[in-house]
């Protein structure tokens, strides 16, 4: 089946720092969608682009649907302590697919205070 | 509104036993999945439904049932519980249009 590549696995960064992580994918995805998963809960959608090239921000998240469809970038600005967590990406088609979300494996963010 | 409701929360089962998840969601979503989560795998799927009476398997769909009777309701059955089994729950929902899934705070099953 699809099978996406997210990296990188984790990160360890200042708080303040930028940080960008990405995904890519051997096929193209007709939506790409991001999430955030803390300790104990279920992931959470933080943003979703539905055509190629888009750039959508979201506070201070901001995420990109690679032109090819085959990739898609996720990058936070200035961050902070709450932003750890692991980011998922998801690619999305419909058809035969109905829909269904293909994950990433997540890159695991630590921010030090 | 409290989106996706999952219990139980936690759950401990002796190998061979048989159990069923709950998911229910008030969004009159028509699409609900289950996944299950295991450290450096992400998210897989179980089995998914596009509405009321309607079934298909995902990725990983062995030794799972489900049956979706209503709109709100989704449960998922454990048949003869295994320790590979043991892993996170995930219900989700969505409605028709494109889009993210809302997710549940998942069930956590160990089975020993």
């Known amino acids: 089946g699809q099978q996406l590549n997210q990296s990188p696995q984790s990160m360890f960064i200042q708080e303040g720092e930028d940080v960008s992580m990405n995904c890519t994918s051997s096929s193209i995805f007709n939506t790409w969608l991001w999430y955030k998963q803390e300790p104990g809960e279920g992931p959470v959608l933080l943003i979703a682009l539905y055509k190629a090239g888009e750039l959508t921000s979201n506070g201070r998240l901001t995420a990109q649907f690679g032109i090819t469809r085959k990739d898609s970038f996720l990058n936070i600005s200035a961050s902070i302590p709450s932003d750890v967590g692991i980011y998922f990406c998801?690619?999305?088609?419909?058809?035969?697919?109905?829909?269904?979300?293909?994950f990433g494996k997540g890159t695991k963010l630590s921010v030090k205070p | 509104n409290a989106g996706v409701t999952q219990t139980p929360k936690f759950q401990v089962l002796k190998t061979g036993q048989s159990m069923t998840l709950q998911c229910a969601q008030d969004?009159?979503?028509?699409?609900m999945s289950w996944y299950r989560q295991d450290p450096g795998m992400g998210l897989r799927l179980i089995h998914y439904s596009v509405g009321a009476g309607i079934t298909d398997q995902g990725e990983v769909p062995n030794g799972y049932n489900v049956s979706r009777s209503t709109t709100e309701d989704f449960p998922l059955r454990l048949l003869s519980a295994a320790p590979s089994q043991t892993s996170v729950y995930f219900c989700?929902?969505?409605?028709?249009?494109?889009?993210?899934?809302?997710f549940g705070s998942g069930t956590r099953l160990t089975v020993v």
């Open positions: 989700a929902s969505r409605n028709k249009a494109p889009g993210g899934y809302t």
């Open positions: 998801a690619g999305q088609n419909y058809g035969g697919s109905q829909g269904n979300l293909i």
């Open positions: 969004m009159n979503h028509e699409y």
